[in-house]
């Protein structure tokens, strides 16, 4: 059910927006975006229709209609996915005060007791605290990672949806796969051995004290005779997460990461789907990143992230 439309005000060094909030995100029209940005209202827009153009966002459930009327007709409105993509493109340091004032509010908001449950509250906790960790990353990033990473944030917010559905039990959660075979250390060596061609730094995959056998031995650990970790896609989440956080090679470990995640869900026979790739180059990078970039206390967070991917 739509929630009711609250107004609630932004102030900056002079400049005093209106802002709605409603469906648990805030809104801007395109003119707000405009004097928030301190760009033309006519390249605001048009960043906004490529944005729903290239298939970043999806315009239908982004946008919505004022309950104002500006001229005798009421504009559109643009949640905050769209709002921080705007953001990202146009390179606005109020763009990015604006972005962490919506987070606190949204998150005020939660903690007051307004969600709808507390599966959903769970859920946009994470949203919000996987933004916060897209922010330390903004001086670093590139435009393009910027937006492949907001678009995975964008996409892990779908689970929301998926909740609704399960609570009416019109969808079946998804336990995962289920497979007693295990990837092998030397087959993982000769793997990376490969990777080391065209590579001048001669430090590029040296493994530090046996880090990667380590952490196969970790996936595959059990307690009580079961599997810690019983499905092989919160394997592949783990494998992926801790051959980045670990850094158990000298040098290229974002990069071996990338390649033996992809290594690891072939292995297994998830790594396509309906004839497509999962997780496709753009989406493993931002993943990726956003795993390189976090505290170790948002482990369960980005292991989540991932495999919200591999599962749905």
């Given at each position: 059910?739509?929630?009711?439309?609250?107004?609630?005000?932004?102030?900056?060094?002079?400049?005093?927006?209106?802002?709605?909030?409603?469906?648990?995100?805030?809104?801007?029209?395109?003119?707000?975006?405009?004097?928030?940005?301190?760009?033309?209202?006519?390249?605001?827009?048009?960043?906004?229709?490529?944005?729903?153009?290239?298939?970043?966002?999806?315009?239908?459930?982004?946008?919505?209609?004022?309950?104002?009327?500006?001229?005798?007709?009421?504009?559109?409105?643009?949640?905050?996915?769209?709002?921080?993509?705007?953001?990202?493109?146009?390179?606005?340091?109020?763009g990015i005060i604006f972005r962490k004032w919506a987070n606190k509010v949204l998150k005020d908001?939660?903690?007051?007791?307004?969600?709808?449950?507390?599966?959903?509250?769970?859920?946009?906790?994470?949203?919000?605290?996987?933004?916060?960790?897209?922010?330390?990353?903004?001086?670093?990033?590139?435009?393009?990672?910027?937006?492949?990473?907001?678009?995975?944030?964008?996409?892990?917010?779908?689970?929301?949806?998926?909740?609704?559905?399960?609570?009416?039990?019109?969808?079946?959660?998804?336990?995962?796969?289920?497979?007693?075979?295990?990837?092998?250390?030397?087959?993982?060596?000769?793997?990376?051995?490969?990777?080391?061609?065209?590579?001048?730094?001669?430090?590029?995959?040296?493994?530090?004290?046996?880090?990667?056998?380590?952490?196969?031995?970790?996936?595959?650990?059990?307690?009580?005779?079961?599997?810690?970790?019983?499905?092989?896609?919160?394997?592949?989440?783990?494998?992926?997460?801790?051959?980045?956080?670990?850094?158990?090679?000298?040098?290229?470990?974002?990069?071996?990461?990338?390649?033996?995640?992809?290594?690891f869900l072939n292995f297994y026979s998830i790594l396509y789907k309906d004839g497509r790739q999962?997780?496709?180059?753009?989406?493993?990078?931002?993943?990726?990143?956003?795993?390189?970039?976090?505290?170790?206390k948002e482990k369960e967070i980005l292991v989540d992230l991932v495999t919200n991917f591999l599962?749905?």
């Open positions: 059910m739509e929630e009711e439309n609250k107004l609630i005000s932004f102030e900056n060094e002079g400049l005093k927006l209106e802002v709605s909030m409603k469906d648990e995100t805030v809104w801007l029209t395109s003119n707000q975006m405009s004097n928030l940005f301190g760009k033309n209202q006519n390249t605001i827009n048009e960043h906004i229709n490529n944005i729903f153009k290239e298939g970043e966002l999806d315009e239908k459930t982004s946008t919505g209609i004022s309950g104002k009327s500006t001229g005798g007709r009421k504009p559109k409105i643009y949640n905050l996915d769209v709002i921080i993509s705007v953001g990202y493109r146009v390179k606005s340091k109020n908001y939660l903690i007051q007791g307004y969600a709808i449950n507390q599966k959903r509250l769970e859920y946009l906790e994470k949203t919000i605290k996987l933004i916060d960790i897209a922010n330390r990353m903004d001086e670093r990033l590139e435009a393009s990672d910027a937006k492949e990473v907001l678009k995975v944030i964008g996409k892990y917010t779908k689970a929301l949806d998926l909740l609704d559905d399960y609570d009416h039990r019109t969808v079946k959660k998804i336990k995962g796969n289920i497979d007693d075979r295990k990837i092998e250390y030397d087959e993982c060596l000769n793997i990376i051995n490969t990777l080391r061609f065209n590579e001048e730094s001669k430090l590029f995959a040296v493994e530090r004290d046996m880090g990667l056998k380590s952490i196969i031995g970790n996936i595959y650990q059990t307690f009580g005779k079961e599997d810690l970790y019983k499905s092989v896609e919160e394997k592949a989440a783990n494998f992926l997460y801790l051959i980045v956080k670990n850094h158990v090679f000298v040098d290229g470990n974002k990069r071996i990461a990338a390649t033996m995640f992809i290594y999962v997780i496709d180059n753009n989406t493993l990078t931002a993943l990726t990143l956003l795993i390189a970039e976090s505290n170790p599962s749905n």
